[in-house]
């Protein structure tokens, strides 16, 4: 599918007040995860599912063909969903402007879950795609407001100070060719990076520090 952009982004969209209060938020979430024994730990599902090679290394230098059959490490971290209406309120009109600014205008009708993500030092989450097997396959599921739908964009929010971690950088393949893009637009506190779904991404491994971010998806029906 050709685009015209590959990512639009707005720096420092929230303030500090606004991430700090969503990472104190997103911190009671996962505590009350772990006092009702819900899983944190971040995995993916498929054969290159997190655990599937306890002793596999992070693949970053590999290209995607060379991975995509193998059982490997993909994600490490630890995650909590949240269902707070006042965060949807924050970003969504964010979602909006960058749908319309980088001409993709795709339809969406939903919002999943808020997906907030602590990346402790070397953890990391490998390439993927948000959409289900990356090819505009719709989701099956009982869940009414994503079945047979498909994530239309993928929304990352970088919460954390910059100088609080070190890497962590998230990355996009770049359309029609082997290069990778390096966002460093979304380093500042704040700062939102909105890309199309089908788009490969990665996090690198954090070297100090702890990164927290947050993670949407809107859903629509299938691309025409």
């Excluded at 009702?36 to 599937?52: W, Y």
């Excluded at 030092?121 to 599921?141: E, I, P």
Aim: positive net charge; charged residues 25%.
């Amino acid at each position: 599918m050709e685009i015209r952009h590959q990512y639009y982004y707005f720096k420092s969209a929230l303030t500090s007040e606004q991430c700090n209060r969503i990472i104190e938020t997103g911190k009671q979430y996962i505590e009350n995860y772990k006092k009702n024994n819900i899983p944190i730990e971040a995995v993916t599902r498929g054969n290159r599912e997190k655990g599937s090679n306890p002793d596999a290394k992070p693949i970053d230098d590999k290209t995607l063909s060379e991975t995509k059959n193998e059982k490997v490490y993909i994600r490490d971290s630890k995650c909590a969903f949240l269902d707070e209406r006042w965060i949807y309120d924050l970003v969504l009109p964010v979602i909006v402007r960058a749908n319309t600014n980088a001409g993709w205008k795709y339809e969406f009708d939903y919002i999943e879950p808020i997906q907030f993500t602590k990346y402790g030092v070397k953890q990391y989450y490998n390439w993927h795609c948000d959409q289900t097997g990356c090819h505009n396959s719709v989701n099956k599921t009982d869940d009414l407001n994503l079945n047979n739908k498909v994530r239309k964009l993928s929304v990352s929010i970088n919460l954390s100070d910059p100088n609080d971690y070190d890497g962590g950088d998230l990355m996009l393949k770049q359309n029609g060719s082997n290069k990778n893009l390096t966002i460093n637009e979304i380093k500042p506190q704040g700062s939102i990076v909105v890309f199309p779904s089908y788009v490969w991404h990665k996090v690198t491994p954090v070297t100090k520090g702890t990164r927290y971010s947050l993670v949407l998806w809107t859903s629509g029906q299938p691309f025409k």
